[in-house]
């Protein structure tokens, strides 16, 4: 198995089926995690010296925080209803208690902050989605807080690609730290499939092929891109939904698409 493939794990004492940090990610800015708890659940999860958002990816919870209180949040059953969810952000030094009002899923996404911003609760209404890419290059984009709204260093958005289609295509990176030409980023991406049985595929790879590693994503698994081109790709029958994460030095997406293949929406 690839490296920068994790797959699901067993949920642990907090719920968590993914926990990737920086420590064992071998990188420095995002953190990941993916809690799962049953109805009437509850766990405190700390922010330490992150910021942190809280993305509600199915299910509903109560969210209570060192500063804010909100009751029965969350309206979908699945990540593929194509409703943009609630999320919660949070300083540094803060902390966040989640109970679960059913069967629920939330992905803790997490970076380091100097407490710039307040706590706040994002809405679906404060998300901005869009259609990117023609024909089989085509997928649903839904930013959570990426120029939509403020964070110190974290970028978050979901993407649904249609099955048979291809997704961060044509192949892009965002490892360079230079601006403004391209913008330096560690990336995350929480795969889930639809039906559950399903697979894709995701490439990463670098100029000169140091890093160059094909991986087949199942349902719950993360892929780590440090560096590199990192395209996507859904096998007909199944409709391929993802979480980025990104983070880096500055707060821009900045990226260059792979020369050999800018080509295509070129022409």
């Known amino acids: 198995?690839?490296?920068?493939?994790?797959?699901?794990?067993?949920?642990?004492?907090?719920?968590?089926?993914?926990?990737?940090?920086?420590?064992?990610?071998?990188?420095?800015?995002?953190?990941?995690?993916?809690?799962?708890?049953?109805?009437?659940?509850?766990?405190?999860?700390?922010?330490?010296?992150?910021?942190?958002?809280?993305?509600?990816?199915?299910?509903?919870?109560?969210?209570?925080?060192?500063?804010?209180?909100?009751?029965n949040i969350g309206d979908r059953t699945s990540v593929f209803e194509q409703k943009a969810p609630y999320a919660l952000y949070l300083p540094p030094v803060d902390w966040l208690e989640i109970t679960a009002l059913s069967n629920l899923e939330v992905a803790l996404c997490k970076a380091p902050a100097k407490g710039e911003l307040q706590a706040r609760l994002i809405k679906p209404s404060d998300c901005v989605s869009e259609t990117r890419g023609q024909g089989t290059n085509e997928r649903q984009i839904c930013n959570i807080l990426f120029g939509n709204l403020p964070a110190e260093r974290l970028l978050i958005t979901e993407v649904i690609?249609?099955?048979?289609?291809?997704?961060?295509?044509?192949?892009?990176k965002h490892d360079t730290d230079a601006l403004p030409t391209e913008s330096a980023l560690e990336e995350t991406y929480y795969h889930k499939l639809n039906p559950q049985q399903g697979f894709a595929f995701q490439r990463v790879y670098t100029d000169d092929r140091r890093i160059d590693e094909t991986i087949c994503v199942e349902h719950n698994s993360v892929v780590l891109v440090p560096e590199g081109y990192h395209p996507v790709g859904a096998p007909h029958g199944y409709q391929l939904y993802y979480l980025n994460v990104m983070a880096g030095p500055q707060r821009q997406w900045v990226f260059h698409n792979d020369p050999q293949h800018d080509w295509i929406i070129k022409k």
């Open 161 to 172: 690609t249609p099955a048979g289609h291809w997704s961060s295509y044509p192949p892009h």
């Open 1 to 71: 198995m690839s490296y920068l493939h994790r797959k699901p794990q067993l949920a642990d004492s907090q719920g968590r089926i993914q926990h990737i940090t920086p420590e064992n990610a071998n990188w420095q800015y995002v953190g990941f995690e993916v809690v799962v708890l049953a109805a009437g659940e509850s766990h405190c999860y700390q922010t330490g010296q992150q910021e942190l958002c809280a993305v509600i990816l199915s299910g509903q919870a109560d969210l209570v925080s060192s500063t804010l209180s909100f009751k």
